[in-house]
């Protein structure tokens, strides 16, 4: 009577109405679909606030759109032209480096490595509008109801951390009309970068409170068993396909984490030492600023690393949760597709462009490079 449609929703399995009349079934009983219903209050204020940043070229309906992909590059390449040149220009007419050409070096680095994360990400997202496409529907479809940790939480403390830079880099730090405008596009490109992570992070939580879902339905849903594998092997493809359009990214992210960890804490020893010298506003500033966003970047790596582990936990407790299933019923044991489901084991591995392994470890081995490199630099300025 009723044709099944090709997925499962968090809400349970929807089924068409074949009267045409806008509503479906779930479980039995007619629902209608609501106003709004297409996309989540959190997500919806992420894709809003990313459309404007110009780091997400797509339009209401979440569909790529011409407009907004000219948009985004026009702003993309805008604003890295701005950045560089404002920075190229503080580096030219300023000496607050005090001649060290190696903190221009780090500090010039850094700023290419800023606008590198923002612009690969444009490329990646115009390159493979296609499968984001995808990604965006799966989002779209499995967060009808999802009330996002990161967007909630992460997203907001992250916000109030720059804009509290911001405000500091107004107040204390404006030596120069300059060295303001430098350090005002450094936040900038923070912020950006920042948005992208929590672009990832979400995706992500999305996905694995979906898997989450599907687990706890197995045991009430035994005949639709090879529907929720189904369902959960497409989540993981997903999953996927979101790593690779964001391994470029996450690639320079990482890499960016890691220097800011040093060049933060570095130059937090360096301010305490200029406090012996010099009692102004801007160095007591830099040396309460600057730890302070080098945890904060431990933190940023933190939630890259927790999103994509506890997404893959979750894949692997459906297929333990599954396991203790057919072990108890020996009928489903017979039944080829789930065996297989089981013998395969599928997962999903995030890694940066193919180079390491995104997850906890990582955190653990940046801590300790950096402190060794931290260690190296202290004695040389010694």
């Excluded at 479809?141 to 999802?146: A, K, Q």
């Excluded at 916000?159 to 107040?171: D, E, F, K, T």
């Amino acid at each position: 009577m009723f044709e099944p449609v090709d997925k499962v929703s968090r809400s349970g399995f929807f089924f068409k109405n074949p009267a045409g009349n806008g509503k479906f079934v779930r479980g039995g009983v007619f629902q209608p679909r609501l106003k709004g219903d297409e996309k989540t209050d959190d997500l919806s204020k992420l894709f809003k606030l990313s459309k404007l940043m110009g780091i997400l070229p797509i339009d209401g309906s979440l569909s790529f759109s011409n407009t907004w992909i000219i948009y985004s590059i026009v702003a993309c390449l805008s604003f890295t032209v701005a950045s560089l040149g404002f920075k190229t220009l503080y580096l030219l007419e300023t000496d607050d480096f005090r001649g060290k050409a190696w903190h221009k070096i780090i500090f010039y680095c850094r700023a290419l490595v800023e606008n590198a994360i923002i612009v690969s990400h444009v490329v990646q997202i115009v390159v493979h509008r296609q499968e984001f496409a995808q990604v965006l529907e799966e989002m779209k479809d499995s967060g009808r109801d999802h009330k996002s940790t990161v967007i909630r939480f992460f997203a907001p403390a992250g916000y109030g951390v720059l804009a509290a830079n911001i405000i500091a880099i107004c107040a204390f730090e404006s030596s120069s009309p300059t060295s303001t405008r430098a350090n005002l596009s450094s936040a900038a490109s923070e912020m950006l970068c920042f948005t992208i992570l929590v672009q990832f992070c979400t995706a992500l939580g999305v996905f694995r409170t979906e898997i989450e879902t599907l687990t706890k339905r197995i045991a009430v849903n035994q005949a639709k068993l090879e529907m929720l594998a189904d369902r959960r092997q497409r989540i993981l493809e997903i999953a996927g396909m979101t790593n690779d359009i964001f391994s470029i990214q996450l690639l320079f992210i990482c890499f960016k984490l890691f220097t800011d960890i040093i060049n933060f804490a570095y130059f937090t020893i360096i301010r305490i030492k200029d406090l012996t010298t010099m009692n102004d506003g801007a160095v007591i500033t830099s040396v309460i600023r600057m730890p302070l966003f080098a945890v904060w970047k431990i933190f940023e790596l933190y939630s890259i690393s927790a999103s994509t582990e506890q997404l893959v936990e979750t894949a692997e407790d459906f297929n333990a949760e599954l396991f203790q299933l057919m072990r108890d019923n020996k009928e489903l044991c017979k039944n080829k597709k789930l065996s297989l489901c089981l013998a395969l084991k599928n997962t999903v591995n995030f890694t940066a462009c193919g180079f390491f392994t995104l997850g906890y470890p990582l955190v653990t081995s940046v801590i300790a490079a950096a402190t060794t490199y931290l260690v190296i630099l202290v004695q040389f300025s010694i």
